[in-house]
């Protein structure tokens, strides 16, 4: 037998099946079978949702800059707009504005989070960056850079915190983020 054929068999249906497979896993759920018409997945729409939130975060930090407003002030305001919606948090203590960090990252597709560092007085982690793939190549997203977006995203969560009564703290190192949690008797 020709060893062409032995080989070129089991090939070809190795790449038939593969692109059965793909086309198993990749056949979009047609809405009133229209072609443009396809219906989102939970994750798909998830994903969509958190591409949503991120671009609108980079509108919201270019409009106010264009208008000649200060984007520190602006993103004080709209945390103080939210400070409420983690009143369920203070029940746990430090342990509680983590946890919620944690479950908002979570959002993000291949979010990682790691506890470094933990006291009833102290919390530090580090987390991916996840959000910085929606970033073009100049780190750049509707005229807003990665560092302001952080920036921030950082304002937004230091108010929280300090809602609560605690600081927060976050620095860039290697690719991670470094986020340190401190309990303060002061509350806002």
């Keep these: 037998m020709n060893i062409k054929k032995i080989i070129g068999v089991p090939a070809a249906i190795m790449f038939l099946s593969g692109i059965v497979f793909m086309q ?3 056949k979009p759920n047609l809405v009133q079978g229209k072609s443009y018409l396809i219906q989102l997945d939970c994750a798909r729409k998830l994903n ?3 591409y949503q939130t991120v671009t609108q975060w980079c ?3 270019s409009f106010v ?3 000649g407003k200060n984007v520190d002030e602006y993103v004080k305001y709209i945390s103080k707009l939210s400070t409420s919606s983690w009143d369920v948090t203070k029940k ?3 342990r509680g504005f983590v946890a919620g960090l944690y479950a908002n990252g979570q959002l993000y597709e291949n979010y990682l989070f790691e506890v470094l560092e933990e006291s009833d007085d102290l919390i530090k982690v580090r987390a991916n960056r996840p959000y910085a793939l ?3 190549d100049n780190l750049t997203l509707f005229g807003v850079k990665i560092d302001e977006y952080e920036r921030c995203r950082r304002i937004f969560n230091q108010e929280i915190a300090a809602y609560l009564g605690y600081s927060y703290s976050e620095k860039i190192e ?3 983020n470094i986020i340190t949690v401190t309990h303060t008797s002061e509350k806002k």
Aim: net charge positive.
């Design 24 to 26: 198993a896993q990749s």
């Design 65 to 67: 800059r264009s208008s």
């Design 174 to 176: 290697a690719g991670w």
């Design 134 to 136: 929606y970033f073009e």
């Design 92 to 94: 746990f203590g430090i």
């Design 48 to 50: 969509r949702a958190v």
């Design 59 to 61: 509108k919201d930090i």
